[in-house]
């Protein structure tokens, strides 16, 4: 299966059993997951990780920082919801 095809159903909630924490979001295009930090600069320095992993695998998420919390989603949106980008990218950011 290429990367870039969307995932069916059937086949997306068996990779979001490979994931820990990861939530499908209600548009059922996006999945998410809130890191939390012991400091703000923890989770800076969590942010620039997935900054350079993002870059490596070009393929980036969106980054909400809250003080502590860090709130990661994902979508591949040229292709219209979620591909394996998207399950490798979560995979390498829990890493």
């Given at each position: 299966m290429p990367k870039h095809e969307l995932l069916h159903e059937q086949e997306l909630q068996a990779r979001?059993?490979?994931?820990?924490?990861?939530?499908?979001?209600?548009?059922?295009?996006?999945?998410?997951?809130?890191?939390?930090?012991?400091?703000?600069?923890?989770?800076?320095a969590f942010v620039n990780k997935v900054a350079s992993i993002a870059e490596a695998q070009v393929h980036h998420p969106f980054i909400s920082v809250d003080y502590r919390k860090v709130t990661l989603r994902l979508t591949t949106w040229h292709s219209g919801g979620l591909t394996l980008l998207d399950i490798e990218a979560a995979k390498a950011y829990d890493t």
């Amino acid at each position: 299966m290429p990367k870039h095809e969307l995932l069916h159903e059937q086949e997306l909630q068996a990779r979001l059993g490979e994931l820990q924490g990861w939530k499908l979001e209600e548009d059922g295009r996006t999945i998410a997951k809130k890191y939390m930090f012991p400091s703000f600069p923890e989770a800076i320095a969590f942010v620039n990780k997935v900054a350079s992993i993002a870059e490596a695998q070009v393929h980036h998420p969106f980054i909400s920082v809250d003080y502590r919390k860090v709130t990661l989603r994902l979508t591949t949106w040229h292709s219209g919801g979620l591909t394996l980008l998207d399950i490798e990218a979560a995979k390498a950011y829990d890493t």
